[in-house]
């Protein structure tokens, strides 16, 4: 795996760590999700999961195929959360950050399928 590879799962991972802890403990983000017209349970659900992408995100580095999944798992969460933007009608900066995530962890889980079938860590 490349360095730069590495670099943006780190990344990636990083950013799925604040954001999954922010679904519990920030009062801005509960009020994002009202705003959304989603629930508390949404919230938790939803920073149980990037919680556990970014789990599997790091695994990936050992095992490929979970790193696979996770990325593939955290790419249908950022469509989804497209998805919900548009149907309240957010601008695109707003919804921008669930494109550029979701193209990222497409790309993520492209290279970590890459890996898991040839064999490679």
Known sequence: MSIFLQ???????IFFLLYGLQCFISPAMTQEFKRFGLPDSQRLLTGALQLLGCAGLVTGFFIPVIGFMASGGLA?????AFLVRMKIRDGFW????????????????????????????
Do not use: H, R
């Open 94 to 121: 707003e919804s921008a950050p669930s494109l550029l995530f979701l193209a990222l962890n497409s790309w993520i889980s492209w290279k970590f399928y890459a890996l898991f079938v040839s064999g490679i860590k």
């Open 7 to 13: 670099t943006i799962v780190i990344l990636n991972a």
């Open 76 to 80: 249908v969460m950022m469509l989804v």
